[in-house]
Every structure is written in structure tokens, then in C-alpha cells.
């Protein structure tokens, strides 16, 4: 395993060498300590499948469906989850880069030291997804996406684009936006209770204000 830091957030990961891990493009019941790379499965539908410290890599999961199961100690590269559907799933000790979520729907999903760096989400939808421990997103794009009643206290959220994003009944407290595009992002004051932002985001802050508030402002 190695430790990676993301502002004050430590994410432990794990550290996969490709020739300790068997190939196949077989996905069955779940994976143990697999190599897959470039393999098609688009559509497919798991059911409490669970894939344990295996590296993927160029994978084609789009439009599938996961209810259940787990990704532990996973590094996953460059994979297509876009339009997928994951409900009920756990994922800790994985880092996931450059892959695609675009549109992909989360739900009563749980992270405890994820580290997504590098990837779209644009218009996906989170609801109920909740943190049991360190998550990073670094770099990802989250625009006109949906989070409702996600509990994702203490997480980093540095140097995406969160326009557009939606947020209802989350809980953030302690949450580190800083570097994060905030301009256009749509929530009520209550969801940014506690969260740390930069000074160069005050002014998207401010405006945010002003637009909940429905505040008139007038020159003197």
C-alpha cells in the first residue's frame, strides 16, 4: 500500500505490481488479484461482484449495471463507466484516473480512501453516496451533475470544475474545495456549511450569495 496526500487528506492506496497479477478479460463472479486490459463489457449486469486488488486498465464498462459488491484495492485507468448504473456497491482502497463517468448514476454507493484524479463526471448523479473515510477527487470535471443527501464530510474536492453542479441536502462539513471552479455551481449556503475555499473563489462565493439570497444590489 502507499499513502497519498491531498491538501490535509491522507488516502491510502494500494501499490499493484502487473506481474504479480494473472490477465484475463473473464469477469464472471468478481476478480482476484487480476490484470485486465482493453476488455468489453458494455451492458454487462453484476450482481454482488466483487474485484479485489486488481489492475484495469482502457476497460469498457459503459452503460452496465453493479448492484452490490466491491472494488477493494484496486487501480483502474483510463475505463469507461459513462451511462453505467452503481447501487449499493463499496469501494475502498482504490484509484481510479482518467476514466469516464459521464452520466453514470451512483447511488447508496460508500468510498473510504478513494482517490478519483482526472476524471468526468460530468452529469452524473450522486444520491446517498457517503464517505467512510479519506476520498480525493483531484482534477476531475463534475459539471451539471446531481448530488442529493450524500454524506462526504472532510473530502477534497481540489482543482475541478463544479459548474453546473447541483448540490441538495449534502453534508460537507470540512470539506477542502480550494483551486476548485465554483462559478454557476447551484446550492443552497446550508450545503457549503464548514467547507474550505481559497481567496481568489470569494468572489464566486459572493455571487453565489447574492443569487440565493435573491439580493438587489444598487449602486449608491
Same mark, same amino acid.
Given at each position: 500500500?502507499?499513502?497519498?496526500?491531498?491538501?490535509?487528506?491522507?488516502?491510502?492506496?494500494?501499490?499493484?505490481?502487473?506481474?504479480?497479477?494473472?490477465?484475463?478479460?473473464?469477469?464472471?463472479?468478481?476478480?482476484?488479484?487480476?490484470?485486465?486490459?482493453?476488455?468489453?463489457?458494455?451492458?454487462?449486469?453484476?450482481?454482488?461482484?466483487?474485484?479485489?486488488?486488481?489492475?484495469?486498465?482502457?476497460?469498457?464498462?459503459?452503460?452496465?449495471?453493479?448492484?452490490?459488491?466491491?472494488?477493494?484495492?484496486?487501480?483502474?485507468?483510463?475505463?469507461?463507466?459513462?451511462?453505467?448504473? %452503481?447501487? &449499493?456497491?463499496?469501494?475502498?482502497? *482504490?484509484?481510479?484516473? +482518467?476514466?469516464?463517468?459521464? #452520466?453514470? /448514476? !451512483?447511488?447508496?454507493?460508500?468510498?473510504?480512501?478513494?482517490?478519483?484524479?482526472?476524471?468526468?463526471?460530468?452529469?452524473?448523479?450522486?444520491?446517498?453516496?457517503?464517505?467512510?473515510?479519506?476520498?480525493?477527487?483531484?482534477?476531475?470535471?463534475?459539471?451539471?451533475?446531481?448530488?442529493?443527501?450524500?454524506?462526504?464530510?472532510?473530502?477534497?474536492?481540489?482543482?475541478?470544475? %463544479?459548474? &453546473?453542479?447541483?448540490?441538495?441536502? *449534502?453534508?460537507?462539513? +470540512?470539506?477542502?474545495?480550494? #483551486?476548485? /471552479? !465554483?462559478?454557476?455551481?447551484?446550492?443552497?449556503?446550508?450545503?457549503?456549511?464548514?467547507?474550505?475555499?481559497?481567496?481568489?473563489?470569494?468572489?464566486?462565493?459572493?455571487?453565489?450569495?447574492?443569487?440565493?439570497?435573491?439580493?438587489?444590489?444598487?449602486?449608491?
Amino acid at each position: 500500500m502507499r499513502t497519498t496526500t491531498i491538501g490535509d487528506v491522507k488516502v491510502l492506496l494500494p501499490d499493484l505490481e502487473p506481474d504479480d497479477l494473472d490477465t484475463t478479460t473473464n469477469l464472471a463472479d468478481g476478480l482476484t488479484e487480476a490484470l485486465v486490459e482493453g476488455a468489453a463489457w458494455h451492458g454487462s449486469h453484476l450482481e454482488d461482484a466483487r474485484i479485489r486488488s486488481s489492475l484495469i486498465t482502457g476497460v469498457d464498462l459503459s452503460e452496465s449495471i453493479w448492484e452490490a459488491g466491491s472494488l477493494y484495492g484496486c487501480e483502474i485507468t483510463r475505463t469507461d463507466f459513462s451511462g453505467a448504473t %452503481l447501487t &449499493g456497491i463499496t469501494i475502498e482502497r *482504490c484509484a481510479i484516473t +482518467g476514466s469516464r463517468f459521464t #452520466g453514470t /448514476r !451512483l447511488t447508496d454507493v460508500r468510498l473510504k480512501d478513494v482517490l478519483f484524479d482526472g476524471c468526468r463526471f460530468d452529469y452524473a448523479t450522486f444520491q446517498r453516496v457517503a464517505a467512510g473515510g479519506s476520498v480525493a477527487f483531484t482534477d476531475c470535471i463534475l459539471t451539471n451533475g446531481a448530488w442529493s443527501s450524500c454524506r462526504l464530510p472532510r473530502i477534497a474536492l481540489r482543482s475541478c470544475d %463544479l459548474a &453546473g453542479l447541483d448540490l441538495d441536502s *449534502c453534508h460537507l462539513v +470540512g470539506t477542502d474545495l480550494r #483551486g476548485s /471552479r !465554483l462559478h454557476g455551481l447551484k446550492t443552497s449556503l446550508d450545503n457549503l456549511r464548514g467547507v474550505t475555499v481559497g481567496r481568489g473563489q470569494l468572489p464566486d462565493l459572493t455571487q453565489l450569495t447574492i443569487d440565493v439570497l435573491d439580493l438587489a444590489v444598487r449602486d449608491e
